[in-house]
């Protein structure tokens, strides 16, 4: 499994979200433009060596399907911090909560995204005062998972990561793969609230900031706000100036409305300790959600030291997105059946003929045959010992 299948079926169709884990799993790609590309060679083309990491580690590949999860507990906060307040998206919470797990030394390092020439740019930080200068930044591509596979690999000390819930879902992988916990501080992704309108989530809305440099000189905020309601003039001036200019193409939707959304099912990531956003709270708060007792447990001490003001909660407005993201449908690739047999093999270790054609619903027959041409081709292994029923089949061993 090289780049170039992660190339054809992640980055090209569109679904890479720019999260950067595949940097950071190999030396030979680099985030350019937000996106993976390869910089030099493919060890597994060039030298033949056994890797396919980018690739396996992808959050992409293999979709999640949701999974109901009952929040520990709900909050909705507002920092009491005025200077925090001004620069907030909303209510300061995270703002809040890194910058005093940094003075305290509960953390000695948190990743987030920057921003460098109006394009958001992960990066580690560790001052508490950085956090607050650095506010209200807009989240997009910005390969937050690579820069921490990187910090995971300077300290031992206890870090964290602030990201989208695909983002979450990756760091659950470096967990595993570092065998170390990370606080997992994520955002509600509002990709596609409004599904049948484009652009009608992060980019064009009341509550939301719009995020273009060049839609902000373009049209007034009264105006947009008229706009998002009529989709009248200048809606459709705006159109034609994205139309008419190919460097604007990549801005045409936000961020959050790009392809690699499209079929996401998590919008409150579920996989972090705490996720935070606007959803269900009033303006000038925001919605925290406690997903484990880490995360509740950080978010009690902060109430306790008297860092927010308690507002109320609509947990209807929060179940009702949920549910709207939740129903969508994932995304399956139209693969080869030796293709599906190899990433099976080696995603998922050591298996069997009926246990690849149940679980890709494939004939029996076909799968022994497509099973067996791998070994062949030596990309995979298998392994027939006395009392097995069926031969084991697995991922090649490196020598």
């Given at each position: ?7 054809s ?5 569109g ?5 950067g884990?595949?940097?950071?799993s ?8 937000l996106?993976?590309t390869?910089?030099d060679y493919?060890?597994?083309e060039?030298n033949g060596?056994?890797?396919?990491k980018c690739y396996?580690s ?8 949701y999974?109901?999860k009952q929040?520990?507990a709900?909050?909705s906060?507002?920092?009491?911090t ?8 909303s ?7 890194t910058?005093d797990?940094?003075?305290n030394q509960a ?12 394009k ?24 937050v998972?690579?820069r921490?596979?990187?910090l ?8 964290g ?5 695909c983002e ?5 992988k ?7 916990e ?5 955002l509600f992704?509002s ?7 484009r ?5 064009i809305?009341?509550?939301h900031?719009?995020v273009?440099k060049?839609?902000?000189?373009f049209?007034?905020?009264?105006e ?13 001036e705006?159109?034609k100036m ?12 936000c ?8 079929h ?7 996989y972090?300790?705490?996720?935070a956003g ?13 997903w484990t007792?880490?995360g509740?447990?950080?978010?009690e ?6 860092l927010f003001?308690?507002g ?7 179940k ?12 399956s ?9 190899l990433?099976?093999?080696t995603l998922k270790?050591p298996t ?5 054609s149940k ?11 497509e099973a067996?041409r791998?070994v062949q081709?030596?990309?995979?292994e298998?392994n027939?010992?006395p009392g ?8 090649v061993?490196?020598?």
């Amino acid at each position: 499994m090289s780049f170039e299948l992660l190339k054809s079926e992640i980055i090209d169709a569109g679904l890479c979200q720019g999260c950067g884990l595949c940097c950071g799993s190999c030396k030979h790609i680099e985030m350019s433009d937000l996106r993976p590309t390869l910089e030099d060679y493919c060890i597994l083309e060039r030298n033949g060596q056994d890797c396919g990491k980018c690739y396996q580690s992808c959050p992409q590949v293999i979709q999640k399907k949701y999974e109901e999860k009952q929040p520990l507990a709900v909050y909705s906060l507002r920092s009491k911090t005025p200077e925090i307040l001004a620069k907030a998206s909303s209510g300061g919470f995270v703002t809040t909560l890194t910058k005093d797990l940094l003075e305290n030394q509960a953390l000695s390092e948190i990743v987030m995204v920057q921003k460098d020439d109006e394009k958001p740019v992960a990066d580690g930080v560790s001052d508490p005062e950085e956090i607050v200068t650095k506010a209200g930044i807009v989240y997009g591509r910005s390969g937050v998972l690579g820069r921490l596979i990187e910090l995971t690999g300077e300290t031992f000390e206890p870090i964290g990561i602030v990201g989208l819930p695909c983002e979450m879902r990756g760091t659950v992988k470096i967990e595993e793969a570092m065998n170390r916990e990370i606080l997992k501080i994520g955002l509600f992704c509002s990709s596609q609230i409004f599904p049948t309108r484009r652009c009608g989530c992060t980019l064009i809305g009341d509550t939301h900031p719009v995020v273009i440099k060049e839609l902000k000189n373009f049209v007034t905020e009264g105006e947009m706000k008229q706009d998002y309601k009529s989709h009248k003039k200048p809606f459709n001036e705006i159109e034609k100036m994205y139309n008419d200019d190919p460097d604007l193409q990549e801005g045409k939707t936000c961020d959050s409305c790009n392809q690699f959304c499209s079929h996401c099912q998590d919008f409150a990531a579920v996989y972090s300790d705490i996720t935070a956003g606007e959803v269900g709270s009033e303006k000038g708060y925001t919605t925290v959600v406690a997903w484990t007792e880490r995360g509740k447990e950080l978010v009690e001490n902060a109430i306790k030291k008297e860092l927010f003001d308690i507002g109320k909660v609509n947990e209807e407005d929060l179940k009702t997105s949920i549910k709207l993201k939740s129903t969508r449908e994932l995304i399956s690739f139209e693969k080869p059946p030796r293709q599906q047999v190899l990433d099976y093999v080696t995603l998922k270790g050591p298996t069997t003929i009926s246990k690849i054609s149940k679980t890709l619903n494939l004939e029996t027959k076909k799968v022994r045959y497509e099973a067996l041409r791998l070994v062949q081709l030596n990309e995979i292994e298998m392994n027939v010992e006395p009392g097995l029923e069926e031969p084991m089949f697995s991922p090649v061993c490196e020598d």
